[in-house]
């Protein structure tokens, strides 16, 4: 393995340099939802950069990554049995911080008033300003609450025999 020189050795102290994750066999394999003989394969064939440490192969997570996307097989048993079938839940379907329509017709009603009294009960469809919503409760704390319903349980007879 070839040394850096001390100068460059300083620069990664810095942080310059990524964070370098290495993955074994099995871990690469259960990842990517192929049989671990297909990453030996990739070794073997130097589709891949890895490490010996202690005897055992650490998989540079990157060069694993760009492999499975360049073998068409790998990518769809990865988006199918690995770690891409997860991918759906991870995508925000909704758009982050755009405003609410309400909130612009709001706004467009009254240019240049802030904090009105009753403007968002108004946006909510209320004339009153501290009317609660049919089918909620006002707390305590004066919040509204949506109706909770709590089911029933019957109750369990007791063991026979005992007083």
Known sequence: MP??????????????????IRVSISEAARLFGVNPQTIRRAIRDQDVTYVVVAGRYKINFESLVKWS???????????????????????ISNT?????TKTIKNDK????????????????????????PPGFDRTETGHSQAPTAR?????????????
Not at 3 to 20: C, N, S
Not at 69 to 91: A, C, E, L, M, P
Not at 109 to 132: F, L
Not at 151 to 163: D, N, Q
Request: no cysteine; hydrophobic share 25%; aromatic share 4%.
């Open 151 to 163: 089911p029933t349980v019957p109750a369990m007879p007791g063991p026979a025999g005992r007083h």
């Open 69 to 91: 996307q360049r073998k068409t097989t790998v990518r769809n048993k990865s988006n199918q049995h690995g770690i891409g079938q997860f991918i759906d839940r991870w995508k």
């Open 3 to 20: 040394t850096l020189p001390i100068q460059e050795k300083k620069d990664l102290k810095k942080g310059d340099a990524k964070e370098v």
């Open 96 to 100: 982050l911080y755009s405003p609410s």
């Open 109 to 132: 009603q009254t240019p240049g008033v802030k904090n009105q009294p009753g403007a968002m009960d108004a946006a909510a469809g209320s004339d009153k300003p501290n009317e609660v």
